[in-house]
């Protein structure tokens, strides 16, 4: 794992005060984790994707001079991160003026408004972009307004996988009668040390994060490839569905998971501010809650807060807690306890000392009741909870 970092003494009242948190952003991560960390989250970072810009490409270069001395009709831009790549490797050749003069000549379709923001930035006004950030609905305007007999050019963005299926504009485009450019900027690729996402994975799968936050489709398509080689694909998705929320900063982004059945959600506004607030809010309301014993408990993945009280559970005893919640106020025996503990055995007695560390760990001994000969069961009070 690449870094578990602590938001240290905190306020109590921050929203994710006691929670864990994945971030699997490569750029402006350290943005992100901030966010995070001022709303009392604990944060876990594994970079899902390495951009590789392709500044020094022959054929990017190749385009990049076509598109300067015979402007396109149309120019489609794709990603934020994309356009400016383009525009900082014209730069770096010495041609950003003639590559903006030329653009400006041109009708510029945006998918969406980070690469709408990306396309004023450089001084250029896009004709028109979908709130949506779909590449269906760019590719249905072009079509509606017709796209037979004119120069397309469109910028490409990452490399597509089974799990980040796309519209393929420029097919569709060239069906339609199109002479289409293609400007590919940038690929996108695996973490170069898997470590990190290898861990991740684990963690989400086991339970122990609350919530992973995506930035992007390919970084949904990285882990799922990777957990797909780790042979864990289908118990990832499960937990996601399940148990560890999936936080994206947008619809694309989001698509990939809602394909597979997991409840991905994204706030209105596709911008890191808007993500951080979504998951304070999300988060906590995603946390099991309950009454037992007069104490009002919520459980996170390595916490609970007992009355507003964060408290920090050993793992063996959290494992006893979470078998007592799968079956609210019902006993359960002390065999069953004792084959979730290290090493499992015989000997009954391991079961009390988890149920002594739980219960000194809670603060609130009278959340689980002793029956005896029989087990041990949550002292739910149905009225409350």
């Not at 699997?24 to 810009?53: F, K, N």
């Not at 020094?56 to 489609?76: E, F, S, Y």
């Not at 923001?117 to 590449?135: F, Y």
């Not at 470590?195 to 970084?219: C, K, W, Y």
């Amino acid at each position: 794992m690449e870094s578990l970092k602590s938001p240290g003494s905190e306020p109590p009242s921050q929203p994710l005060t006691g929670f864990t948190i994945g971030v699997t952003a490569a750029r402006r991560s350290d943005e992100l984790i901030t966010l995070l960390q001022r709303r009392g989250a604990a944060v876990v970072h594994a970079p899902a994707i390495r951009i590789i810009p392709l500044v020094d490409d022959i054929q990017l270069r190749g385009v990049t001079t076509l598109l300067v001395q015979n402007p396109p009709d149309v120019v489609v831009v794709t990603t934020g991160i994309g356009f400016r790549a383009w525009i900082e490797a014209a730069h770096g050749w010495g041609v950003a003026d003639d590559v903006i003069a030329a653009l400006a000549s041109t009708r510029i379709l945006t998918r969406g408004p980070k690469a709408r923001g990306a396309v004023r930035q450089a001084g250029l006004c896009e004709q028109w972009s979908p709130q949506s950030e779909a590449s269906r609905e760019v590719l249905d305007r072009l079509l509606e307004d017709g796209a037979a007999g004119l120069r397309i050019a469109v910028q490409l963005h990452g490399t597509a996988s089974e799990w980040e299926p796309d519209v393929d504009i420029c097919d569709a485009l060239t069906s339609a009668g199109a002479d289409v450019i293609k400007v590919p900027v940038y690929r996108w690729e695996p973490p170069e040390d898997s470590r990190p996402m290898d861990q991740l994975i684990a963690m989400i799968v086991h339970g122990e994060v609350d919530a992973v936050s995506f930035t992007s489709a390919p970084a949904v398509a990285s882990m799922l490839q990777r957990a797909k080689a780790l042979g864990c694909v289908a118990e990832l998705v499960t937990s996601l569905r399940d148990d560890v929320a999936a936080v994206c900063v947008g619809p694309v982004t989001a698509a990939p998971l809602r394909r597979l059945g997991v409840p991905a959600v994204h706030p209105d506004r596709y911008r890191l501010g808007a993500l951080a607030r979504l998951i304070g809010d999300e988060v906590p309301r995603h946390a099991r809650h309950f009454t037992a014993g007069g104490h009002h408990i919520s459980v996170r993945s390595a916490t609970v807060s007992v009355d507003g009280d964060v408290r920090t559970v050993p793992p063996s005893a959290m494992a006893v807690l979470r078998r007592l919640m799968a079956c609210p106020g019902n006993v359960v025996s002390r065999g069953e306890l004792l084959a979730l503990l290290p090493g499992g055995g015989a000997d009954t007695h391991a079961v009390e000392t988890a149920m002594t560390r739980l219960r000194s760990a809670l603060g609130a001994p009278s959340a689980i009741q002793t029956v005896v000969k029989r087990g041990y069961r949550l002292a739910i009070d149905p009225a409350k909870s």
